[in-house]
């Protein structure tokens, strides 16, 4: 099928199609992790769908996220919820005529909105010719900070995830808690990540710690020609895979990183797919590795084979009850790093799984994130 009319430019994908009626339809982009919703007909005969009007992408409806759309056939309307990277889902009406009518002021409470980051679209070219997706977030010019800014690489789990300039997901809070104390942010979505296609996303399978790897140490290198960046102070972190991700560049790249925080992150391949429930062992078999046939290719690919390397600093953080990545995970690392003299803390939620979701533990969470770098990265 043909598209006529688009207007937005990066990369992405189609990520639904509704019918509104006759030959009326609603297509909906995720362009480089922001929403794109338009409104066009459809030409069945020529195969061609002809965009009538852009619904989300410009104006107030901009450098986003669409949590929900619907179409109201009696009236015209559509109603729809859109997040930012700096306000939380509001509600809005958008008339037959094009009149956009918001309903809500949801807000971040006791912060104004201009001390937030919106972020900045800073896609890149990896090691291989790859494009690669990534927003920098740098703190607000109202919070008064100067000079060169100490950088956080936040990488984020899945793999097939995506960091999209969304308040409503889990991350952003975080992420905007570190620009308010005066780190960069950096959030890339490197090959293995979702929203780019199955192609891009099936990259990273039986190749964790390989080709998505060099994608961070590129943007390492070419971050360091961002005057606004201080990429001698810089630290990492992730959950889940991205906390094996951490753990991984700050063993196998040690002098890139001054900080590192594991949340539940995987530390030894082997162990991490044995310890899985029963019923998830398949699929892990297929997209990271069998250990019964490939036990030396899934070592070379973990974190735990270069453990001596570890260079900086590290805070590991688990849940208790995580079925995932179970504690004894996040132990071992502690354990081995210990023995062999390294600096590392360690942080265990009593009542928290493969996340940290409870409010009170949040706020412990993400205090003890931003002290630690705020410590080892002085912004």
Not at 96 to 122: A, C, F, H, K, W
């Amino acid at each position: 099928m043909r598209v006529a009319g688009l207007v937005h430019a990066g990369i992405g994908e189609l990520s639904r199609i509704e019918h509104l009626a006759g030959d009326q339809y609603l297509l909906n982009y995720n362009i480089d992790g922001a929403s794109w919703v338009y409104e066009g007909t459809f030409d069945e005969a020529n195969r061609e769908f002809s965009v009538t009007r852009v619904l989300v992408g410009e104006g107030e409806l901009t450098n986003g996220v669409v949590q929900s759309i619907a179409f109201d056939r009696d009236s015209g309307r559509y109603a729809l919820s859109f997040s930012s990277a700096t306000a939380p889902s509001q509600l809005y009406l958008i008339e037959p005529d094009g009149r956009m009518i918001r309903q809500t002021n949801e807000r971040v409470l006791g912060i104004p909105s201009n001390y937030l980051s919106p972020g900045i679209e800073s896609s890149y070219t990896s090691h291989d010719d790859l494009r690669i997706s990534a927003r920098l977030y740098l703190p607000a010019p109202e919070l008064g900070f100067s000079g060169p800014r100490p950088v956080v690489f936040y990488i984020h789990g899945g793999p097939q995830s995506q960091e999209r300039p969304d308040f409503t997901w889990f991350s952003m809070p975080l992420i905007q808690f570190l620009t308010l104390n005066g780190f960069a942010v950096w959030a890339p979505n490197v090959r293995g990540s979702s929203g780019y296609g199955m192609a891009y996303m099936k990259h990273v399978d039986r190749d964790w710690g390989g080709q998505d790897r060099l994608d961070h140490v590129a943007a390492f290198e070419l971050l360091k020609q961002d005057p606004r960046l201080d990429m001698s102070r810089t630290g990492v972190m992730g959950r889940s895979y991205g906390g094996y991700m951490t753990l991984t560049l700050a063993r196998r790249h040690p002098e890139l990183w001054k900080a590192a925080v594991d949340m539940f992150g995987p530390y030894n391949l082997l162990t991490f797919v044995d310890r899985l429930p029963e019923t998830w062992k398949t699929y892990f078999y297929i997209t990271v590795g069998n250990p019964e046939t490939e036990r030396e290719e899934m070592l070379i690919h973990s974190p735990s084979t270069y453990l001596e390397n570890l260079a900086c600093p590290m805070l590991v953080m688990q849940g208790a009850n995580d079925p995932r990545v179970v504690e004894r995970e996040s132990r071992d690392v502690v354990e081995q790093l210990q023995a062999k003299g390294k600096q590392v803390d360690y942080v265990v939620y009593a009542d928290e799984g493969h996340d940290v979701l409870k409010f009170a533990n949040k706020v412990d969470c993400y205090n003890r994130i931003t002290d630690f770098f705020r410590a080892q990265l002085k912004p």
